[in-house]
Each structure stands twice: as structure tokens, then as C-alpha cells.
């Protein structure tokens, strides 16, 4: 038997995005389908809905702390190359129902990079990660965003753009390094944050706004496979994987 979800990890509410400069959208709540399914279904048994969601970005610019410091609520030092892949699955609940974020945490050394590129197929989002002390590690966040995109639909990936390190940057060189990070953020339609996994700022933020997000794309996504206008049509929100094997129940009223 599952642990019960963290407290903290309640979602009732959609969480602020970091920048309405370079957000996904700037709304104040979850999509109103959304929020009906969910009052609907709250009741009735669902399945365990999980997102993908792969972690990208140069070597060192601080991806495994990122996740880690989520994940786990500490800082590790001790630098540690990633080989190939880590993973990391995180429960969260939203709106009631229950959902888990698949965390992949990928090498970004060149030599592991055919690796961890394997593991790109099937992202229901990418969190492209730079060093915000370093220029060179934004500059190639492009590259990194266009080789995980060869892997899936562009139409169906939520994009992150994330500058981790806040913590080692005068406010000087932030605010230069964040003006061309919104740049970058607009051009590839991503949504900036900036964080500090060695204070811990922004972390649990940006993570309960993606677990939303991507909540909230898989709801609608399903609403629009099954071609329902009616909510209550809708008898379960299986996640993709589920979707792909079996074919969806529904039921023409309400229980």
C-alpha cells in the first residue's frame, strides 16, 4: 500500500508561475474542464496518473541537485557525474486526484549522451536546465531542447527553462543572465524559472507548478481523445501509457 501524498504536496490551487514574462499562461486557475472532471471524478475510483518528465542541460550546471533537492530535501556537495540516467518518482495530488511525476535525470557529458538520449522518447515535459553563472551553459540550452525534441511531439511537450546556481549570482549578473533567459524563454515557448538547490529557493515552487501543469495537459488531452463535450462522460483520467493499451471506458451518466 501507498504512504500517504506530503501535505505539501496538495494541490488545491494552481501554483504562481515565476515570471508572467515567460510563463506557459499567466492564469490565476486550472483550466474550468479541468476542474469539473476532477469534482466529478473525486469520488469514483482512477487511475494512478503519471507524467514524464525529463531533466536536460550541460554537465555540472546542477540538474541532479535540482531533482535531488526535491526529492530527497538536501544538497549534496560532493559533485557526482550522472551516468546515463537517473530516475526519481514523486506523488502529488491535484484537484484530488492522485498523480506522479516521473523525474529523468539525464547525463550531460558528451560520452554519456547516446544513453541518456534513449530515454527522451515519451516526455510530457522537458526541464532544460542552465548554470545561471554561466553564459555558455544558456547558450547551448537550445541544442539540448532541439536533441530531446527529436524524440517526441512538439505539440504535446510542456517546455521548462530552468537557471539553477541563483544562489552564486550577483544581483548584477542575474538580472543580465535572466534578460536573455526570457528571450530564450519566449523564442522556444518554455517557462522560466530561477532557483537554488543549495537554499533551497524556488524548488518546491517550480516542481508543484510542473506536476500542475502537466496534470492539467494530460485532463484536457484526455477530454480531447474521447471527444466528450459532456464532463460527466468522462470515467476515468488514465494516464498515456494506459491509454495506449486499452481502450477507454464510458459510461453515458453519472454514478
Known sequence: MLPPVKKDQIITQLPKCFS???????????????????????????????????????VAVGKTCLVSRFCKGGFEKNYKATIGVDFEM????????????????TAGQERFKCIASTYYRGAQAIIVVFDLSSVNSLAHARQWLEDAMKEND??????????????????????????????????????????????????????????????????????????????????????????????RKRNSSCC
Open 20 to 58: 508572467p514574462d515567460a510563463a506557459l499562461h499567466t492564469k490565476d486557475g486550472f483550466h474550468p474542464q479541468v476542474k469539473a472532471v476532477c469534482q466529478v471524478q473525486r469520488t469514483d475510483t482512477l487511475s494512478f496518473n503519471v507524467a514524464k518528465v525529463i531533466v536536460v542541460g550541460d
Open 90 to 105: 514523486e506523488r502529488f495530488e491535484v484537484l484530488g486526484v492522485p498523480f506522479s511525476l516521473q523525474l529523468w535525470d
Open 154 to 247: 512538439p505539440s504535446s511537450v510542456l517546455l521548462f527553462l530552468v537557471g539553477t546556481k541563483k544562489d552564486l549570482s550577483s544581483p548584477d549578473q542575474l538580472a543580465h543572465i535572466e534578460k536573455e533567459a526570457i528571450k530564450l524563454s519566449e523564442e522556444i515557448r518554455a517557462e522560466y524559472w530561477a532557483v537554488s538547490a543549495k537554499s533551497g529557493d524556488g524548488i518546491k515552487d517550480f516542481f508543484l507548478r510542473v506536476a500542475s501543469l502537466t496534470f492539467e495537459a494530460n485532463v484536457l488531452s484526455e477530454l480531447e481523445k474521447s471527444g466528450s463535450r459532456q464532463v460527466t462522460d468522462i470515467i476515468k483520467i488514465t494516464d498515456r501509457t494506459e491509454a495506449g493499451r486499452r481502450p
